[in-house]
């Protein structure tokens, strides 16, 4: 039986995040079946940490075996420890192996901004059939005839609307249908942070759907 010692172990790094978009990085002091104690807190974005507590926030990090993985939990403050945070440890059964974030692949309708790199003049804007940390796909009524795009993807972080700039190969286009085409883009160049909030998206989108 696998416990939480076996995925979470001391002066690992945790990347916690909560709905609000909120991130932070914590480093693991102690951890039995109980709770994680995090310290040396890294904020991002100047994040206040008040605004995380006793809030269910998504952890990420990478195991032993180099693989990365995440779960679901609540943030606590420590009294009389201002530099130290307490995560609830999760059953092991809730620890979620993520197995390349190129293929964590869900159905999302994302807006994005799409234009040709040989024509720049030719715009599109569509809405996406699924998203991941390698690629989109999308459905058109105009067959794509150029293999290189430039484009834009709008992704919401709390109540704030986020651009995240890409460029992007084409992989396929199929006809399902009389007029009606599948289109698959691959990121050929995308800020590694940029690609984050959209895998760090897709695995929140995977834990609401499977709630």
Do not use: W
């Not at 032993?64 to 995440?70: S, T």
Request: proline share 3%; net charge negative.
């Amino acid at each position: 039986m696998m416990k939480i010692t076996s995925y979470v172990f001391v002066n690992q790094y945790l990347d916690v995040q909560d709905n609000e978009g909120n991130m932070m990085v914590g480093r693991v002091e102690t951890v039995d079946e109980q709770a994680i104690v995090l310290g040396d807190i890294t904020r991002k974005e100047k994040l206040v940490l008040s605004e995380m507590i006793k809030r269910d926030v998504f952890v990420f990090f990478v195991g032993h075996d180099k693989l990365k993985y995440q779960f679901q939990t609540r943030m606590e403050r420590i009294e009389g420890e201002p530099l130290k945070l307490k995560l609830q440890a999760p059953d092991p059964a809730d620890i979620i192996k993520i197995q390349n974030r190129d293929y964590l692949r869900i159905s999302s309708s994302v807006r994005c901004d799409l234009k040709v790199e040989q024509e720049p003049e030719q715009q599109l804007e569509i809405y996406t059939h699924d998203i991941s940390g390698g690629g989109l796909s999308f459905y058109t009524r105009t067959p794509v005839e150029y293999d290189k795009y430039s484009g834009t993807m709008y992704l919401y972080k709390g109540e704030n609307e986020i651009s995240l700039p890409f460029k992007a190969d084409l992989v396929y286009m199929n006809e399902l249908d009389a007029g009606r085409y599948k289109v698959a883009l691959q990121y050929s160049d995308i800020k590694e942070q940029h690609r984050n909030h959209i895998i760090r998206y897709a695995i929140q989108e995977q834990v609401r759907v499977r709630k």
